[in-house]
Every structure is written in structure tokens, then in C-alpha cells.
């Protein structure tokens, strides 16, 4: 578990690393390509390392070191493969492509991960068939096989995320143009089509949220790709800040293009923020701070999974925040944990909640529920007098790489302890 301590004087800067959401489908997609891939800034979590014991089952050649990943899957099979690992993540439904792409069969575990409600695969599956698959399920295992479709096609999938970046992967393995409409267009989607570019498929974008693949030759040539840093750590760090600096903390490397919707609700609760050089972000100790109305949405929209930590910032707000979260229905759950720190939340309904302010939180023992709320819970316990414990550090690894050292670099009091 964690060990916070109030820590409202906080100086530096602070440097953005790698996202996880970027480097998980860039690692994936390495297994359609036959050649060696290369990834700088692989964010060293444990997602990743589940994916290299994948990689290492079926027989490729991987390494990872100082944040670069590569890996040499020309010489794979089947034979010893094991899902285990990937079966803990969401993120593990990525393989789909590159396995049939490679083997015309796919076995993955049903996707599990961070208890946010139901995050249906129907799109993934649907899409699949589309593409002249055959699925079934058994035994909590996914599974597909090919037809030998090769038309074009046309596929809705109404801007989901994942989805959208699974049946990309596929669609560059598969004779026939592939239109995918109303698709998602987050950062990692675009980092995800530049790897696949470089390694020679012609992959089109249109104004209407259409990705348009080609038919794909594969250029056979080693291929190498940056990870992007993640603008959603820019985003909590922003939070963090605008709490605890003692004056100010700038950002960089922050993705300020990326975080239009977020840093217009941050100014409307009056947190002052600065664009500087070289795309750094300058965020101010923020003081007499402003209720106001939230609702996350897609990109660009205000993203969901910076809700938790701007209701942090909410409990600090004059009068009475109010969230509109629609995108899962259990994200507003773990709201139950601000009670423990004395805060004034209620939950209207799954999609709802109000939160009163400003609360002087008082430290306690608090619970994981998903890797979001768990920053969440981190900047409550930044803020909150005396100390506050939090449990299960899992969900933290998972996502934020080395988040313990750069804190306690900026001055915050926090340490990892035995639970």
C-alpha cells in the first residue's frame, strides 16, 4: 500500500512519460509484422511486461531495456503459447489480430481489468464477422477462425476506442478495402497508424471520424516507432499541481493540443495555466475555486478517465460540482471512498453524482477500485490532513510508471509500504 501525507508546497517540474494506452496496441501489432520492430519510450509497467511473457511463449525474440522494446517474431508457433498474463488486462484482446493474421486462428481470454462496469466486446466480435470470421465463446475463451472473406466492407463502431484500434490491426491483413466509420481518433489511434504506415500500408483519414485501409505490402524492413507520452498524465499532474505547488510546476512534454476540452474546464474553475516553449505547460497554485458542471465524453471531448481526479479537485470547488459521467456505469462508485476522508459526495445514480465543497479532507484508510481513481485517491491523500492509506498497489503499476520517485522528486510525502 501507499502512505501519503499532506503535501501542499510541492516544487520542480516535472517530465511526462510514455503512455500505456499508445504502447500496448504499438507492442501488439508488432506480431503482424514479421520482421524486427522497435519501440522507443515503452513506459516500463507491468501491462507490458505481461505482453513480453506472451511474446516469449510463443517463441519470438524480445528485449526491453531502458524503456525500448523490440521484438523478433519471425520464427513463432503456437505450440507453447500462454495467455495467463494477458488474460489480467483488457489490453490482452489486442493480440486478436496479429495472431490471426499469423496462424488464421485466434484463442484469447475474455478481456478482464479495472471494475468501471460493463465494458462489452460486442464491437470487436461484430466487426469480426463482419470480416468474414467465425467466433464462439467456451470455457471464458474467445476464439476465431477465417472464412476467406476478402470484399470490401464497411463497418460502424461508433467511436470505440479499443475496437477501433483492434480491427485496424486486422484490416491490414485482409485482401479488400476495410472503412471504418465513426472511428475513434484518440492520440494513440493516430500513434498506432503511424507504425503501421512506416511499415508500407496506406491507411486513409477523412474529416468524419472514417479510417479507410488498404490492402497491405508489407515493406520488408526492420521497423521502428515512438511511443507518444500520454496527455492523460499531463492532465493528472495538472490536478496535482493546481492543489499542491507551492506557487507553480510547469509540465513538459504535456500534449497541450491534446487537452483542449480538459484544460477549458480546468480555467472555468478558475486554475490559471500558461502554454510556454516546446510544448510546456505552466499550471498555477489555484485558490477560491469555482463549482461547475463536468460531463466526460469522447475524444475530444473531456476524457473519462481524468473524471476521478478532477473530482479532487471539485471537493476543493465553492458550493455544490456536479458529474455527468456517460460512458461507464460504474466509475462513480468509488466516490464511497471520500467518505473515509470526511468528503461530501452523493451518487444520484450510476451515471450522477454531486460533490459538495470545499471539504477539508481528513486522512484515512481507503480501497482500490481502478487504476484512475486510484491517482484519484493519491491527490485526495496529498491534500488531506494527517496520513492516509491506500491499498492494493497494483492498479497504480499498471499505469503509471515510476509515479512514486518523480512525487517524493517534487517533494510530496509518500512512501510504499507493506500492507
Known amino acids: 500500500m501507499y502512505l501519503v501525507s499532506q503535501s501542499r508546497d510541492l516544487s520542480g517540474s516535472v517530465t511526462i512519460w510514455w503512455s500505456k494506452n499508445a504502447a500496448l496496441p504499438l507492442i501488439a501489432a508488432a506480431l503482424l509484422i514479421k520482421w524486427k520492430v522497435e519501440l522507443t519510450n515503452v513506459p516500463d509497467i507491468l501491462d507490458v511486461h505481461d505482453f513480453i511473457h506472451f511474446y516469449e511463449s510463443l517463441g519470438a525474440t524480445v528485449s526491453f531495456e531502458k524503456n525500448t522494446f523490440s521484438v523478433d517474431s519471425s520464427n513463432i508457433s503456437l505450440k507453447n503459447i500462454d495467455t495467463t498474463m494477458i488474460a489480467r488486462t483488457r489490453a490482452g484482446i489486442y493480440f486478436i489480430a496479429g495472431l490471426l493474421a499469423r496462424f488464421w486462428k485466434a484463442n484469447i481470454p475474455f478481456p478482464h481489468g479495472d471494475k468501471i462496469g460493463k465494458r462489452p466486446i460486442d464491437e470487436h466480435i461484430n466487426g469480426y464477422k463482419d470480416m468474414g470470421f467465425v467466433f464462439e465463446e467456451s470455457s471464458e475463451m474467445l476464439k ?189 462508485n468509488w466516490l464511497v471512498e471520500y467518505e473515509r476522508l470526511w468528503g461530501q459526495p452523493r451518487i444520484i445514480n450510476l451515471h450522477e453524482a454531486k460533490i459538495t465543497g470545499p471539504t477539508k479532507l481528513i486522512g484515512s484508510s481507503v480501497n482500490s477500485w481502478d487504476l484512475r481513481s486510484w491517482a484519484a485517491m493519491v491527490l485526495a491523500g496529498l491534500i488531506a490532513e494527517g496520513e492516509t492509506k491506500i491499498d492494493n498497489v497494483y492498479w497504480i503499476k499498471r499505469w503509471y510508471d515510476n509515479l512514486l520517485w518523480k512525487l517524493q522528486d517534487l517533494g510530496a510525502k509518500i512512501k510504499e509500504i507493506k500492507s
Open 144 to 332: 476465431f477462425s477465417w472464412t476467406g472473406s476478402t470484399q470490401d466492407i464497411t463497418i460502424s463502431w461508433y467511436f470505440a476506442v479499443t475496437a477501433t484500434a483492434n480491427l485496424i490491426m486486422w484490416a491490414v491483413s485482409r485482401n479488400g478495402v476495410t472503412t471504418i466509420q465513426l472511428a475513434a481518433f484518440e492520440p494513440h489511434i493516430f500513434n498506432l497508424i503511424d507504425l503501421l504506415r512506416s511499415a508500407g500500408v496506406q491507411i486513409d483519414i477523412r474529416y468524419d471520424h472514417s479510417i479507410i485501409i488498404h490492402w497491405w505490402s508489407p515493406l520488408k524492413t526492420n521497423i521502428k516507432q515512438e511511443v507518444i507520452s500520454d496527455y492523460l498524465q499531463s492532465g493528472t499532474f495538472a490536478i496535482v499541481w493546481a492543489l499542491c505547488a507551492k506557487n507553480y510546476i510547469d509540465i513538459h512534454r504535456a500534449r497541450i493540443a491534446d487537452l483542449g476540452a480538459f484544460l477549458y474546464k480546468l480555467h472555468e474553475v478558475w486554475v490559471k495555466t500558461e502554454d510556454l516553449w516546446d510544448d510546456t505547460l505552466r499550471v498555477f497554485r489555484a485558490e477560491n475555486l469555482s463549482a461547475i458542471k463536468l460531463q466526460t465524453n469522447i475524444f475530444p471531448g473531456f476524457p473519462t478517465d481524468l473524471m476521478p481526479l478532477f473530482t479532487v479537485l471539485m471537493t476543493q470547488c465553492e458550493w455544490e460540482s456536479r458529474i455527468h459521467e456517460i460512458l461507464y456505469e460504474w466509475r462513480l
